[in-house]
């Protein structure tokens, strides 16, 4: 699919209160990281916009023609978003390609991701059950849950249209409002989305899209006193600034942010499909990924044969045009951002760190036009070491050794973040103890960066608060209320006789 036909009659307009229209924000050029070419020219919102948005969200939540349907009728609607996504899959999967950069057989993944979650999240609402509590006195006792009312959903660069699923099918479900705030590097896929939850039957306002700037928009979306939570993905100083406004409000926030993942690789581990699993999980998606396994950790005793078949693979892996069906690695989503790479890999070198592989951008194939990078892997440093501390999200490894157990665990679980961890051994009573020992949201064991709809996901630490996915993911775009309900055949006696 050439660049021009995908982008034919692609429209730059934004969906504010269920209006497309250019938004007031500056415009900017959407430009694709593997060439530089320009995408679209962007109308960004601004905070006009955003404003606008939010009152718009307020008033349909309100009119009650989706948070007062019957939940089947908005499964009805979900399972729609579905079909539009899967019969617009392959241009989905285009759009994301030119939004970020990465390869299109990653992309079409995310795509089908992103259909599997709103089928997922209708099949919860078709079939979520409200509570008849054990009651203890002459009363009927319930427990219900209800929309909160205006959700801003604020979404990352690195997977924008299964990020955006994962937090507009639960809210949506619930019977909520949302304005959508994507990434403003990567807003394509965003308002396809837009636009097929339209189709599909989602009333006017209920949705907005808003790119541009996260510090303009964002911040009018936190603070608003209409809306009632936000669901953010990203990194963990914008978090922790999130989370400081929601607490003047009193507001809940879902926020999934950094992490700097450990992979547990043991002497008895199979060799073949630890290999294979460690490659994947930090350098696909070229290690632009929160769950990215960045810190490898290697028995001593295999420590050496381990990291020489480890940066031989490495080295094969096809880094180029992210169009091409073999291509493990695309470039990366901007030039700045590679930029931080290379002063991570600078200071790792400053530390004492051995580089292994990679450490440099590739030569030939035209890549000198895009942001691409090399598989890195770099041996020698400690644990404190600020390149093996700190997140980097690019294809950066370090690895160290380990020796026993007690040791290890310290090591994992010396780091500020807590989302994700990988183990790979034979011993199934090693992998519980390890796993249930490790501080982390999400443990893989023999296995790496898999993921199920119908799975909480979530961190521990500085890597976030809240939980997405699963049927208590719905749930958490809800108010809970208790609803007591009189049975007794006598007034209540402390009034006495009246």
């Known amino acids: 699919m050439s660049h021009q036909d995908l982008l034919q009659g692609f429209s730059s307009d934004i969906l504010v209160g269920g209006e497309w229209r250019a938004g007031t924000g500056k415009r900017y050029q959407s430009l694709y990281p593997a060439d530089e070419s320009v995408n679209a020219e962007i109308a960004a919102a601004g905070a006009d916009d955003a404003v606008e948005a939010v009152e718009a969200a307020d008033a349909a939540w309100r009119r009650a023609d989706w948070a007062g349907l019957k939940p089947h009728q908005r499964a009805a609607v979900l399972h729609r978003v579905a079909d539009g996504i899967t019969q617009r899959a392959e241009a989905l999967a285009h759009l994301q390609r030119r939004d970020n950069g990465k390869p299109i057989s990653e992309t079409r993944a995310l795509v089908a991701s992103a259909a599997g979650t709103f089928r997922y999240f209708a099949s919860c609402l078709e079939t979520l059950e409200e509570t008849l509590t054990p009651?203890?006195?002459?009363?009927?006792?319930?427990?219900?849950?209800?929309?909160?009312?205006?959700?801003?959903?604020?979404?990352p660069w690195n997977s924008p249209i299964a990020s955006d699923a994962q937090k507009l099918a639960p809210a949506l479900a619930a019977g909520?409002?949302?304005?959508?705030?994507?990434?403003?590097?990567?807003?394509?896929?965003?308002?396809?989305l837009g636009r097929i939850c339209e189709a599909a039957g989602v009333p006017r306002g209920?949705?907005?899209?808003?790119?541009?700037?996260?510090?303009?928009?964002?911040?009018?979306?936190?603070?608003?006193?209409?809306?009632?939570k936000v669901a953010f993905t990203g990194g963990t100083e914008v978090g922790r600034g999130i989370a400081r406004l929601a607490a003047e409000k009193l507001m809940p926030v879902s926020l999934e942010l950094g992490g700097k993942s450990p992979t547990i690789v043991f002497e008895d581990a199979d060799i073949d499909h630890a290999v294979a699993g460690v490659l994947y999980g930090i350098f696909s998606s070229s290690g632009e990924s929160c769950i990215a396994g960045s810190r490898l950790f290697v028995?001593?005793?295999?420590?050496?044969?381990?990291?020489?078949?480890?940066?031989?693979?490495?080295?094969?892996?096809?880094?180029?045009?992210?169009?091409?069906?073999?291509?493990?690695m695309g470039p990366l989503v901007t030039s700045s951002h590679r930029d931080s790479i290379e002063r991570y890999v600078a200071i790792g070198l400053e530390e004492g760190g051995r580089l292994l592989c990679g450490g440099e951008r590739p030569a030939g194939d035209g890549r000198e036009k895009g942001y691409f990078y090399q598989p890195t892997i770099i041996a020698g440093l400690t644990n404190q070491a600020r390149m093996v501390q700190e997140e980097i999200f690019g294809p950066v490894l370090a690895v160290l050794p380990f020796e026993n157990e007690a040791d290890l665990l310290a090591e994992a679980n010396d780091s500020v973040y807590g989302l994700a961890a990988g183990i790979w051994t034979r011993d199934f009573k090693r992998a519980w103890r390890v796993g249930r020992a490790l501080e982390t949201g999400t443990v893989w064991i023999n296995t790496y960066k898999?993921?199920?709809?119908?799975?909480?996901?979530?961190?521990?630490?500085?890597?976030?608060?809240?939980?997405?996915?699963?049927?208590?993911?719905?749930?958490?775009?809800?108010?809970?209320?208790?609803?007591?309900?009189?049975?007794?055949?006598?007034?209540?006696?402390?009034?006495?006789?009246?």
């Open 450 to 498: 898999q993921f199920s709809i119908s799975t909480p996901f979530g961190g521990w630490k500085e890597s976030g608060m809240g939980r997405e996915k699963g049927r208590l993911g719905l749930l958490e775009y809800t108010n809970q209320k208790s609803l007591y309900w009189g049975l007794n055949e006598n007034p209540l006696a402390w009034a006495g006789r009246v």
């Open 299 to 328: 028995h001593k005793a295999i420590f050496d044969t381990f990291v020489e078949r480890l940066v031989a693979g490495a080295k094969q892996l096809r880094v180029g045009d992210p169009l091409r069906e073999d291509t493990q």
């Open 176 to 192: 909520n409002a949302v304005v959508l705030k994507p990434a403003e590097v990567t807003p394509l896929a965003s308002l396809e």
């Open 206 to 228: 209920v949705l907005s899209v808003l790119p541009g700037k996260g510090s303009v928009i964002g911040d009018i979306l936190v603070r608003h006193p209409k809306v009632k």
């Open 135 to 155: 009651s203890r006195g002459d009363y009927l006792t319930m427990s219900v849950h209800e929309p909160l009312g205006v959700v801003a959903a604020i979404t």
